[in-house]
């Protein structure tokens, strides 16, 4: 027996059907805002992460040569690659420009439950927005999609990193070290850092204005607590939450300092979604403003996106309980002997070109044992062809539910069966 890699699954039928349900909640909620979708390569240059990278996601990157000795590396997000591509490709292209990616991602983490090596993720881009306008739409569209998608239980988590940066006056990738050792509320480390930097006396402020969450009172709290640093900033997510309502989104918001995400290129607002059905990995997306395209060599451009993890979307409606019906055949065409098969096959294209879902028997199995499979297959119907039948153009249509059989006429099939006219999403095979 081969397994499979640590970390990576076989997503099966029933897993698959609550994924699609999902993946397409996010594309439909994505382009009612008007996004684009745009899909960069699966591996790229390593040298795209090391420009964009901060401490940390590093070492998780599953990055190898290829024969040519070329450093590559599966990509473990979006926002880099679509960020080269605006810049080779867009950038006089009109603004804001909207792209939504979506697809597989690798990480080399300790897998858990909800926490894979290989995980899919459904990732939003505006570029060249004004700051309140991009980040709250941004913000809606990470709230609404999730909804859409079914986890409804959430928690929406707004805070800025900006406010910290502002306060933190030592050079960048200090900040970065200390920015880092904060958002994993690794408190030795910070020290450590903070004290390399001489820049002890901040440690106790830093670790109370990340301990506040709650409501704009906290706002004013964090501003008191850094001798009102960053009052633009909070001036900001004050706006940026009053705007929420307009998109309908009026509960589940709250302020948190303590938002600071793990890549060292946000510069602004940022936000994370929580839901609590979770447990211990219930971070199911996040994102915020952020300052990419300067690295890749464009002009700098406001740009605001949020990832979302698609697989804990998944988790998160099953715990609501959201049905999604598992995928079914609606019918099983049994052929009896083997002049008729022809037939059989006929009517089966004609089903499926209505739109149905219709399978048919390969194997040449007897009558019994196709019903045995076609109840296995969990089809709704049955259709046997035999010539009896077929002589006065019926077949005979048995509802695998009850057990009940009747004649039907082949020309009405489609009919009894629901559907008589080809469907819009019908498969059009000419
Ligand atoms: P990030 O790009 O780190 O901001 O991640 C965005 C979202 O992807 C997170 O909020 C998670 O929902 C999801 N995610 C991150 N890492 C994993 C993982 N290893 N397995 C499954 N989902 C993940």
């Known amino acids: 027996m081969i397994e499979r890699p640590r970390g990576t699954r076989d997503l099966d039928p029933a897993y698959l059907a609550r994924h699609s349900f999902v993946e397409s909640a996010f594309r439909r909620a994505a382009e009612s805002f008007g996004y684009r979708q745009m899909l960069p390569p699966t591996f790229e240059p390593l040298e795209l992460f090391h420009a964009k990278a ?28 679509v960020l080269r591509y605006y810049v080779n490709e ?11 990616s979506l697809g597989p991602v690798f990480r080399y983490e300790e897998p858990q439950h909800g926490r894979y090596r290989e995980f899919w993720q459904f990732n939003c881009e505006i570029l060249g927005g004004t700051p309140l306008d991009a980040d709250a739409e941004t913000t809606a569209l990470a709230v609404l999609s999730v909804r859409a998608a079914g986890a409804r239980r959430v928690e929406t988590r707004i805070g800025h990193i900006g406010m910290l940066r502002a306060y933190l006056t030592v050079p960048k990738e200090v900040q970065g070290r200390i920015l880092h050792a904060l958002d994993k509320r690794d408190f030795p480390k910070l020290h450590q850092e903070l004290d390399k930097a001489g820049q002890l006396d901040a440690e106790a402020t830093l670790r109370d204005v990340i301990a506040l969450r709650g409501g704009p009172e906290i706002l004013k709290q964090a501003s008191d607590l850094l001798g009102g640093v960053g009052g633009e900033a909070f001036e900001h997510l004050m706006r940026l939450s009053d ?35 979770l447990g211990a990995e219930d971070q199911i997306g996040g994102g915020g403003s952020y300052a990419l395209a300067e690295l890749f060599g ?21 715990a609501e309980g959201v049905a999604v019906p598992p995928p079914k055949l609606d019918a099983y065409v049994v052929p009896i002997g083997d002049a ?42 049955a259709v046997l062809v035999g010539d009896k039948e077929l002589a006065k153009g019926n077949v005979a249509l048995r509802n695998m539910e009850t057990g009940e059989q009747r004649e039907v006429a082949v020309a009405e099939l ?4 629901g559907m008589d006219k080809p469907l819009m999403g019908g498969v059009e095979f000419h």
């Open 90 to 100: 867009l950038r006089n292209a009109p603004k804001p420009i909207k792209l939504y």
């Open 298 to 318: 464009g002009e700098p451009i406001f740009s605001t996106g949020f990832a979302i993890g698609m697989d804990r979307v998944v988790l998160a409606s099953g």
């Open 243 to 277: 705007r929420l309502p307009a998109y309908g989104i009026r509960e589940g918001v709250i302020f948190d300092m303590g938002i600071i995400r793990g890549l060292a290129y946000y510069t602004g607002m940022v936000f994370q979604i929580h839901a609590p059905t």
């Open 340 to 381: 008729i098969r022809g037939k059989a096959f006929e009517i089966t294209a004609n089903l499926r070109g209505t739109g149905l879902k219709v399978d048919i028997d390969l194997v040449g199995r007897g009558p019994s044992k196709n019903l045995d499979y076609a109840n296995a297959m969990g089809a709704r119907w």
């Open 54 to 81: 901060g401490p940390g996601i590093e070492q998780e990157m599953y990055a190898f040569k290829d024969k040519a000795g070329r450093d590559l590396v599966l990509r473990p997000e979006f926002t880099a690659g």
């Open 414 to 417: 489609a009919s009894v069966l």
